[in-house]
């Protein structure tokens, strides 16, 4: 008997949570999202050791942060917590140019190098630059499809933030677009090295 009661009353609150959880999605938004490149710096460095088969290479930094701005709104059983406002930091923040210590400083060889490496940072940058409507569909896609989350104490409301915010970067359409724009990076960077071909060294012979 007690068994069955309990049943009941699982029951009964299950009930209650989803009609609490479907009151919530009259309350869903269509978020706003906005693109925010960083700025970028570049440090050129000349690591001790020889560097085996390259003459440079350029170690590129990149960031996806989000900020998000949500909608709390009290509704007689809890508070639905629904997702306003993304504010996604998409792009490279450092560059790390190493140039091979068998070139000195401001020498042809040197220069040529670092000129080199400077193409790979444009072919870097142009990934973002190019792709921008793609991060912008696939994010407001992502951020559209989330439905708000409710929470009967007001203590659990940031939890549901928490909880929307990891929801925006583990979408499938964002996660994809990290691999779009991964595979976007190796083309750009193979299609400079094989349209220079070491030309820029062979300029100083």
Same mark, same amino acid.
């Given at each position: 008997?007690?068994? $069955?009661? =309990?049943?009941? $009353?699982? =029951? =009964? ?18 978020? &706003?999202?906005?693109? *925010? ?14 560097? !085996? ?5 350029? *170690? ?5 942060? /989000?900020? *998000?701005?949500?909608?709390?709104? +009290? ?16 792009? /490279?923040?450092? $560059?790390?140019?190493?140039? !091979?210590? +068998? ?11 670092? +000129?080199? %490496? ?7 940058? +142009? ?22 989350? =409710? ?6 409301? %940031? /939890?549901?933030?928490?909880?929307? &915010? ?6 499938? !359409? ?10 976007? %990076? %190796? ?8 349209? !220079?071909? &070491? ?7």
């Amino acid at each position: 008997m007690n068994k $069955f009661l =309990f049943f009941i $009353f699982t =029951f =009964f609150c299950s009930v209650c949570a989803s009609n609490a959880m479907d009151d919530c999605l009259g309350y869903k938004l269509n978020p &706003n999202v906005n693109i *925010i490149v960083p700025n970028w710096q570049k440090q050129v460095v000349q690591p001790l050791k020889k560097m !085996d088969v390259l003459h440079g290479d350029v *170690i590129a930094t990149m960031v996806d942060n /989000y900020e *998000i701005t949500t909608d709390i709104t +009290s509704i007689e059983d809890g508070f639905c917590v629904s997702l306003k406002n993304v504010d996604a930091v998409i792009g /490279y923040t450092d $560059f790390l140019v190493q140039i !091979d210590i +068998s070139y000195k400083p401001n020498t042809c060889q040197y220069n040529a190098i670092l +000129s080199h %490496e400077d193409e790979h940072i444009r072919a870097y940058l +142009s990934v973002i630059d190019d792709n921008m409507n793609l991060l912008k569909q696939s994010l407001s896609s992502a951020a559209n499809s989330i439905t708000p989350i =409710f929470v009967k104490n007001q203590s659990d409301i %940031e /939890y549901a933030i928490d909880k929307l &915010n990891d929801e925006i970067q583990t979408h499938p !359409d964002v996660i994809l677009l990290k691999q779009q724009l991964k595979a976007e %990076e %190796e083309i750009r960077n193979k299609r400079v090295d094989q349209n !220079d071909n &070491n030309n820029h060294l062979k300029s100083c012979i």
